[in-house]
């Protein structure tokens, strides 16, 4: 069997465009507001209990001006009743920061809401998991749902896509927010945490796959912003590198397999790099380095994918240079270099310098583009490493005056003594 690393994808943003919001809302309704501002996550109207109280009928309990403290700022209220928490058995309500307009549509919302008729006793979360790469429904995919009390993980259930690719889980409490999670060709899909709205008993969702691949041959670099800028003290560079990739295909990239890994992404790092970071958008920490390469073990879906990677290097000689490497072609390649003593320059024949402002910082901007993989080279000028580095240099440079002075005296010393003796 074929030995694979497990990948995690977020595929939240299919759901809460479709799901969460069903109905455009032109303007910022009290629903909206109460979905946005993840009320939902812990309250139900009129489905019982969930990590809050239920809130239908709340207004009995509450004025207008209350609900709207709540909403905004239940720890007025907690000070008001000289109470925390409020009702017996919750943990008190962290404070959602809601504006001042937003508590007020939740709140007129809340004391508006009338349940709507026939509404099932449970809830349904259903979809189809659909092959992009075939183009064809995913026949007989096990899916698997996830339910959560707060962020405590309570159950699992199972189902397998029927010959449409249609999968269903029924009979689900209101009381929990549920996650969807299934493997494809050794990759991982996870859904973002959804939960039944108001009114509402069932959640529908589209679940994308894709086939992988091996080749790279959709994978492009479309743009790379590198930022070198002197470290506080001058006795090292910074360098931020901002990748932007493309997987212009309809397959998931899975890189190259070795006996015991896969690696999609290559990233070129000088041997002297220190302090390496590396975020992807999806997984800070999915990057290894070997030598003088950084390799990402992230698999690659379709579309763009943004990748930081970031170094120092410390400077230790007079007049240095670097080296910045880059492994694709690149479209539009960018360096900013901020200015200041240390005198760091681009190298690179047909790199012409602009001087621009980025937040009130001076830099140069070297732009140049369609190059092929290759190296942009940074010089640190001279003079002002020295300056930087007076106090490590100021021993050696005393040291030395003192012995040339040493050695002048000497001769002076003896040329006096010998004129003296020759006064005689
Ligand atoms: C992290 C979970 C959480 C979120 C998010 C949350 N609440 Fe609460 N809420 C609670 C808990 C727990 C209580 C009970 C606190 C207490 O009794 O002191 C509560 C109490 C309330 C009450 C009083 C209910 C009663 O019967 O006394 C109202 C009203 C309320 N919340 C409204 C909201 C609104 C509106 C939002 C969204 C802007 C919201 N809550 C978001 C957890 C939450």
């Known amino acids: ?149 707060g962020d405590r993980k309570e159950e699992r259930h199972f189902a397998k896509s029927d010959s449409l690719g249609v999968f269903s889980f029924s009979s689900l409490r209101w009381d929990r927010s549920y996650e969807i999670m299934l493997f494809h060709q050794g990759v991982q899909y996870v859904s973002g945490k959804m939960v039944f709205l108001p009114g509402k008993d069932e959640i529908t969702l589209d679940l994308p796959v894709y086939d992988t691949t091996s080749s790279d041959e959709n994978i492009s670099l479309r743009s790379l912003n590198l930022i070198v800028y002197p470290d506080n003290g001058g006795s090292s560079v910074n360098v931020t590198s901002l990748y932007v990739f493309e997987n212009s295909g309809d397959t998931v990239f899975t890189g190259e397999q070795t006996d015991s890994d896969t690696t999609t992404l290559v990233f070129s790092i000088p041997e002297e790099a220190e302090n390496v970071t590396f975020s992807d958008s999806v997984n800070p920490e999915a990057a290894e380095r070997k030598g003088g390469k950084l390799y990402s073990k992230l698999p690659f879906l379709p579309g763009m994918k943004r990748v930081a990677l970031g170094y120092s290097l410390p400077l230790s000689q007079i007049g240095e240079k670097f080296s910045i490497s880059f492994d694709y072609e690149v479209g539009d390649l960018a360096v900013f270099v901020r200015e200041t003593e240390l005198g760091i320059r681009v190298e690179r024949s047909g790199a012409v310098a602009e001087e621009i402002m980025i937040h009130d910082e001076a830099f140069l901007k070297y732009v140049l583009s369609d190059l092929k993989p290759g190296s942009v080279t940074v010089g640190v000028s001279n003079i002002s490493f020295l300056k930087s580095n007076l106090g490590k240099y100021l021993p050696a440079i005393l040291f030395f005056l003192f012995v040339v002075v040493g050695v002048m005296y000497f001769f002076y010393g003896k040329n006096r003594f010998l004129s003296m003796n020759s006064d005689k």
Not at 30 to 42: A, K, L, N, Q, Y
Not at 68 to 89: C, F, H, M, T, V
């Open 1 to 149: 069997m074929r030995k694979t690393t497990l990948h995690v994808f977020l595929i939240s943003f299919f759901f809460f465009s479709s799901i969460l919001l069903p109905s455009a809302v032109a303007q910022v309704s009290g629903e909206s507001v109460f979905v946005e501002g993840r009320c939902v996550r812990c309250h139900t109207i009129g489905k019982g209990r969930f990590v809050g109280p239920d809130l239908l009928g709340v207004g009995e309990r509450y004025s207008r001006d209350d609900l709207i403290k709540w909403a905004k700022d239940p720890e007025s209220l907690y000070s008001q009743r000289k109470k925390k928490p409020i009702n017996k058995g919750y943990p008190p309500m962290p404070s959602m920061n809601l504006s001042k307009s937003d508590a007020r549509k939740v709140a007129d919302y809340l004391l508006e809401y009338t349940p709507p008729q026939g509404l099932s006793e449970s809830g349904t979360i259903m979809g189809q998991v659909r092959n992009i790469t075939t183009q064809k429904p995913q026949e007989g995919q096990d899916v698997v749902l996830i339910s959560y009390m």
